[in-house]
């Protein structure tokens, strides 16, 4: 077992950085979709904008250009958040699908428009000075920058939490998750929490693409694959489930990359393999957090 | 306090309410029956705005809040205990009651002490998730988040469905509070001993209209009315 698990060290940290960045995106997606049922199909967009803006800001250069970086990812993607959520608010009553297609559309421009700008090459970002060199792991040298990844992402999810499970903003939060109309009966406007809560979760997102972009680059299709893993994500961990997106996200991580890394060929099976069994076993995922109400 | 005109509404293409006409006085308690399915949950979630109105009007102390949002009917002094309670299951009655007091801070008697008066099985429970309480204490909760956000108006839609008769005289008992303290009430009640224990007046409603409306004492007095109205004794 030692053995085994020595073997395949760097393959199980590899995964909790994927974990850690899925649960970063994740979270933003589960709580507005569980939240105010606005199902952003642009998330995966916003990431790519902030893995694009590391580029433009030379954030693989200096701590300057990678701070750069994430402020002002982090200010983009609050505004791309508060104009969703201003676009979306005229579709409020119509279905759920209406909305998907209002941020699918967004997706597909952002993605255009990122592909005229940058050009449809992979450009590669590489992590801040200081971080370059790899640390040593129980006798494997790990890349340093993706420790430091998996730090973030475990800070961030701890940050994340105790904002949403012990504040009275997070309680605020997870009674709009339950039952949003009960929350505007006690006179609190449904659009505004709404507001905020997109504006942090696409935050969430550029800076996820910020910080993921020493490992993954920024390419075309990126939107898409990371989308799909933080949809995966929220599926199994359940819709408006801080905890859910955490195991989720920890799950598809090593899925990611534990699976591929002992079973290569099966790997795509894998994902949507859990995927699917969870949905068998839990329809609603391991940690529903909407209530089902007439 | 309250004066509703013709009001019109219900659900894509069926209009459940046919133009409902209907006051309550200020303190009063207004006793609202009717058979299963005549309309009385959609005038509630119509008079919150909840369920969008077609036609008519809603007015709160002479204030036109007919169409609106269902914050700013609330903020206009309107407070819902909804049918089926509908509690935020996994919040603790604490997280309930700092929610809707602070909405409601100082425009009002009402505060989280004064509630845990009329309420004493909630202080009991106050660390308890919402969702691991019994009917009758999501019942109280429901009641405590209303009256918290301070409401000159409470819109009640069958408190004490699905409750023990020691819970539902609790339910009465809380209501008779409410109302010494100058909260106008409209309560929707298939328990007729609960909704003749504590209303003014009964409307009684049928196929999405007010067909009936009288004090308390005189439809009580007349069993015929409420046997033709309710199909009861």
Same mark, same amino acid.
């Given at each position: 077992m030692i053995g085994w698990f020595d073997a395949n060290l760097v393959s199980i940290l590899n995964g909790f950085a994927i974990g850690s960045l899925l649960f970063i995106l994740a979270v933003g997606l589960s709580i507005v979709f569980g939240m105010?049922?606005?199902?952003?199909?642009?998330? !995966?967009?916003?990431?790519?904008?902030?893995?694009? @803006?590391?580029?433009?800001?030379?954030?693989? #250069?200096?701590?300057?250009?990678? @701070?750069? #970086?994430?402020?002002? #990812?982090?200010?983009? !993607?609050?505004?791309? &958040?508060?104009?969703?959520? /201003?676009?979306?608010?005229?579709?409020?009553?119509?279905?759920?699908?209406?909305?998907?297609? *209002?941020?699918? !559309?967004?997706?597909?421009?952002v993605a255009e428009v990122l592909s005229i700008v940058y050009g449809n090459d992979v450009r590669s970002v590489r992590p801040p000075p200081g971080l370059r060199g790899s640390t040593d792991v129980a006798g494997d040298a790990y890349p340093t920058y993706r420790l430091l990844l998996i730090g973030i992402g475990l800070a961030l999810a701890l940050v994340v939490w105790l904002v949403v499970e012990r504040t009275s903003v997070g309680a605020l939060v997870r009674a709009s998750v339950a039952d949003r109309e009960m929350v505007s009966a006690m006179g609190i406007d449904n659009r505004k929490v709404k507001v905020a809560v997109l504006g942090l979760g696409s935050m969430l997102a550029t800076v996820a693409g910020v910080l993921a972009a020493p490992v993954y680059g920024a390419r075309p299709g990126l939107d898409e694959t990371i989308l799909l893993l933080a949809l995966v994500v929220i599926v199994i961990g359940g819709l408006g489930?801080?905890?859910? #997106? @955490?195991? /989720?996200?920890?799950?598809? !991580?090593?899925?990611?990359?534990?699976?591929?890394?002992?079973?290569?060929? @099966?790997?795509?099976?894998?994902?949507? &393999?859990?995927?699917?069994?969870? *949905?068998?076993?839990r329809p609603r995922g391991l940690f529903a957090g909407k209530v089902a109400h007439s | 306090m309250?004066?509703?005109?013709?009001?019109?509404?219900?659900?894509?293409?069926?209009?459940?309410?046919?133009?409902?006409?209907?006051?309550?006085?200020?303190?009063?308690?207004?006793?609202?029956?009717?058979?299963?399915?005549?309309?009385?949950?959609?005038?509630?979630?119509?008079?919150?705005?909840?369920?969008?109105?077609?036609?008519g009007t809603v007015?709160?102390?002479? $204030?036109?809040?007919?169409?609106?949002?269902?914050?700013?009917?609330?903020? +206009?002094?309107?407070?819902?205990?909804?049918?089926?309670?509908r509690v935020w %299951? %996994?919040?603790?009655?604490?997280?309930?009651?700092?929610? +809707?007091?602070?909405r409601g801070r100082g425009a009002g008697p009402w505060d989280v002490p004064r509630v845990l008066e009329l309420l004493p099985r909630l202080g009991e429970r106050r660390r308890h998730a919402a969702g691991q309480l019994s009917g009758g204490e999501q019942q109280m909760l429901a009641i405590a988040r209303a009256l918290l956000t301070n409401p000159r108006l409470v819109l009640m839609d069958e %408190?004490?469905?699905?409750?023990?008769?020691?819970?539902?005289?609790?339910?009465?008992?809380?209501?008779?509070?409410?109302?010494?303290?100058?909260?106008?009430?409209?309560?929707?009640?298939?328990?007729?001993?609960?909704?003749?224990?504590?209303?003014?007046?009964? +409307?009684?409603?049928?196929?999405?209209?007010?067909?009936?409306?009288?004090?308390?004492?005189?439809? $009580?007095?007349d069993s015929s009315v409420a046997h033709a109205l309710l199909g009861v004794a």
């Open positions: 105010m049922d606005v199902l952003n199909l642009a998330h !995966g967009a916003f990431f790519l904008v902030g893995s694009y @803006l590391s580029v433009t800001f030379l954030a693989g #250069a200096s701590w300057g250009g990678f @701070l750069t #970086a994430l402020g002002v #990812a982090a200010l983009v !993607g609050l505004l791309a &958040g508060g104009v969703l959520s /201003g676009m979306t608010e005229p579709l409020a009553r119509r279905p759920i699908l209406d909305q998907a297609l *209002l941020t699918l !559309g967004i997706s597909l421009i489930s801080i905890r859910g #997106a @955490l195991i /989720g996200a920890l799950v598809i !991580g090593q899925v990611e990359s534990l699976g591929r890394a002992l079973l290569p060929d @099966l790997a795509s099976f894998i994902l949507f &393999g859990t995927l699917a069994l969870v *949905l068998v076993v | 309250l004066e509703v005109r013709g009001l019109r509404s219900g659900y894509r293409r069926s209009t459940v309410l046919q133009g409902v006409d209907l006051d309550v006085g200020a303190g009063r308690v207004l006793g609202l029956l009717g058979r299963n399915g005549v309309g009385k949950t959609t005038l509630v979630h119509t008079l919150m705005g909840l369920v969008t109105a077609t036609a007015r709160i102390d002479g $204030r036109d809040v007919t169409g609106r949002r269902p914050d700013v009917v609330a903020r +206009a002094g309107v407070g819902l205990v909804p049918q089926g309670r %299951p %996994p919040l603790t009655v604490t997280e309930h009651l700092d929610l +809707a007091a602070r %408190p004490s469905d699905g409750l023990a008769p020691a819970v539902v005289d609790q339910i009465g008992g809380a209501i008779g509070g409410m109302k010494a303290e100058g909260v106008t009430l409209l309560v929707v009640e298939q328990d007729l001993h609960l909704a003749f224990a504590v209303a003014d007046d009964i +409307a009684v409603m049928d196929k999405g209209r007010i067909v009936h409306r009288s004090s308390t004492r005189e439809f $009580r007095s």
